[in-house]
């Protein structure tokens, strides 16, 4: 492998990276405060790509409006699934969420499903990138796609403000409070439901922003989150289960990994982030950023 080759691996792992720091980063932000595992989160991605290309079937808007009002759409969503199905279960066994999330996944890929071909007649449908965006970058060793280029760094600027809110902020103090201790939280006047609603909304929202964000590169179908999600479950768990900076950080790597692996042999591509979980797991069970269940 020339350095060359191993430099566009790099950059064309990062693109996949970005996917999984968004989508992961989603799920940590979830984790931390309900301590559900949302396995919707991948339907609510493909959900965020849909609504974009929607948007612009139905009222002729482009990928900046899109990629804005997609995503608040995608939050509002889970908004209605957290206050009207998820709250419900609270004190449940963890298996009760899992369930119903595993349920809503079947439920909204179907109904995007029977939508794209009753009113558009397409299975999948590909979604142009802005103007502006398409062409190509000379980075000195390769020429690389604008549009992934910037996917990289809002993906990567999304996720730095996303940590500085969380673990810098009054915000942030906040949330870890409502997570920690929510009986002393509501002491001090904190509705503490409001803010475990919110924080759903944004996780779900990250989801259907990585979502926009896909759908110029893979194309919108219905089940353009079923496969990614299990990579995103597993990175979640390699950076450590509710960890912010763990999500962010391992999702990057495992996207560069995986092209690097790839490209070196084929075959272990698909295998090579499990591979690296187990191996994970038996060194530091609480992931490579998390802490201990008795620590949090």
């Avoid at 071909?117 to 796609?145: D, W």
Wanted: charged letters at 10%; hydrophobic letters at 55%.
């Amino acid at each position: 492998m020339t350095l060359q080759y191993f430099l566009i691996q790099v950059f064309n792992g990062l693109v996949n990276g970005a996917f999984y720091a968004l989508l992961s980063l989603g799920l940590a932000v979830i984790f931390g405060m309900l301590r559900i595992v949302n396995f919707a989160h991948g339907a609510l991605y493909m959900l965020g790509a849909f609504t974009a290309f929607a948007l612009g079937q139905l009222f002729g808007l482009g990928f900046w409006p899109s990629l804005i009002i997609a995503p608040l759409l995608v939050g509002l969503i889970g908004m209605i699934i957290e206050r009207g199905l998820l709250s419900r279960l609270y004190g449940l066994e963890p298996s009760y969420n899992l369930l119903l999330t595993f349920g809503l996944t079947l439920l909204t890929q179907d109904l995007v499903k029977q939508v794209m071909l009753s009113r558009f007649a397409v299975s999948s449908a590909p979604y142009t990138p802005p103007a502006e965006l398409s062409g190509v970058v000379n980075l000195g060793f390769t020429m690389f796609p604008k549009y992934r280029l910037f996917v990289i760094v809002l993906a990567l600027l999304v996720c730095l403000i996303t940590w500085f809110v969380i673990e810098k902020t009054r915000v942030g103090a906040i949330i870890r409070a409502s997570t920690e201790n929510p009986t002393v939280t509501r002491a001090f006047g904190i509705d503490v439901s409001k803010w475990v609603t919110g924080v759903f909304a944004v996780g779900v929202g990250l989801a259907g922003l990585a979502g926009v964000l896909a759908a110029p590169i893979y194309s919108v179908e219905p089940y353009m989150g079923a496969e990614l999600i299990i990579t995103t479950f597993a990175v979640v768990v390699i950076g450590g289960m509710g960890s912010i900076l763990g999500s962010v950080v391992t999702g990057f790597a495992v996207g560069v990994l995986a092209a690097i692996g790839s490209a070196l042999y084929p075959p272990i591509a698909n295998t090579l982030v499990f591979i690296l979980m187990a191996v994970v797991l038996l060194i530091r069970p609480s992931g490579l950023f998390g802490l201990p269940e008795g620590a949090r």
